[in-house]
């Protein structure tokens, strides 16, 4: 295997690793609302009689502080994938880094606005004094979820069916390119996937009432992904979807995504919530081994049918060199610190650990 190959690899597997938990949190901020236990009325008369800020992280809205508390020994955490994947980025494909953010920009930028303010939601809702404040915090956390996962759905849309390239080699996205069908529908999709990720994740780790409405809004979500990834495919099998350069390798991708799918639903319905779970984490992983195998040895595909090939895209062989001295320390460190924080937290919330947030 050569060192283009392996960074190729390395940098697959952070983004998969960023979809996979990151995916989880980012579905729950937009599923926050949704599985609370408490209707604003009943909030809203504990503020009235006197209910402390301390309420919004502990006995005064248990409900629905559950999705959250779910996540909360993880969150921020799971960005280390995402910084990881930057670096690697940066490092091993300096021209592919130069022309995906150059080009991409507008959606990248708003990817980081969506996860600061998620991630200043989730921590300063706990200080909301009354029930009014909570709602806004509540709205900027279901924004700093959904702008984020729309986003990564529209970058991924993008890569498949092909940036706009300009005679000069360099590419800008415009609304037109973003307006399209099938870009929107992959957008939808990452977006409702990460979502029902999100609700696999809550029913694995909270107590069973809350474990039970993740469970039937998992159930509906993963539906609606089949529905919007449906279109998808039928726009590609029109013409107007996605440009593989390996369509064998991606027909059978699309198909593991299909059954990865079904299989989450069933699973989920019948209550296997940790199956699901692993299930749901094969499905928000899929779609990154999608772009890079699909399109192998491209990096970055064009409209017009043209690309960027892995050999263009990477550094020169001394710096991959150095780099892998670097990689064969850092990516055994991430590994071993996020087992390690999935055994320290493991089980349900509400038994083990208090709530965080």
């Known amino acids: 295997m050569s060192l283009e190959i392996f960074w190729l690899a390395v940098l697959g597997l952070l983004l998969a690793g960023y979809f996979v938990l990151g995916g989880y949190d980012l579905g729950v901020q937009m599923l926050h609302p949704v599985l609370g236990g408490r209707k604003r009325a009943e909030a809203g008369s504990e503020a009235g009689a006197g209910v402390g800020p301390g ?44 022309s995906l953010l150059s080009g991409l920009y507008p959606l990248f930028v708003a990817i980081l606005v969506g996860l600061v303010l998620g991630s200043a939601a989730v921590q300063l809702r706990g200080r909301a004094h009354t029930a009014r404040a909570r709602r806004r915090w509540d709205a900027l956390i279901v924004l700093g979820g959904a702008l984020p996962a729309l986003c990564w759905g529209l970058v991924l849309g993008l890569l498949l069916h092909g940036v706009p390239r300009r005679p000069d080699g360099v590419f800008r996205v415009g609304a ?7 870009v929107l529908a992959c957008g939808a999709t990452t977006a409702l996937l990460f979502a029902a990720h999100g609700a696999a994740f809550v029913a694995l780790r909270s107590a069973p009432g809350a474990a039970a409405r993740a469970r039937r809004a998992g159930t509906a979500l993963l539906r609606a992904v089949a529905a919007t990834g449906s279109l998808a495919l039928l726009l590609t099998l029109f013409g ?28 989920l319905g019948r209550g296997h919530h940790a199956r699901a779970f692993a299930a749901t984490c094969c499905a928000t992983a899929l779609p990154v081994l999608l772009v890079g195998a699909g399109h192998y040895p491209y990096v970055l595909i064009t409209s017009a049918g043209a690309g960027m090939t892995i050999h263009q895209a990477a550094a020169d062989e001394v710096t991959l060199k150095i780099l892998a001295a670097f990689g064969v320390v850092v990516i055994p460190v991430i590994l071993a610190y996020q087992i390690w924080s999935w055994w320290t937290f493991r089980g349900r919330t509400g038994r083990r650990h208090p709530g965080y947030f």
């Open 240 to 267: 107007a979807g996605a440009s593989m350069t390996n369509p064998l390798t991606s027909a059978i991708l699309a198909a593991l995504l299909a059954a990865a799918l079904a299989g989450a639903r069933s699973l």
């Open 176 to 182: 037109g390119d973003l307006l399209t069908p099938f």
């Open 55 to 98: 309420s919004g992280a502990g006995s005064g809205e248990p409900g629905r502080n559950a999705a959250l508390d779910a996540i909360a020994p993880f969150f921020l955490g799971n960005e280390v994938w995402l910084v990881a994947f930057t670096g690697v980025l940066f490092g091993a494909f300096p021209y592919l880094e130069g």
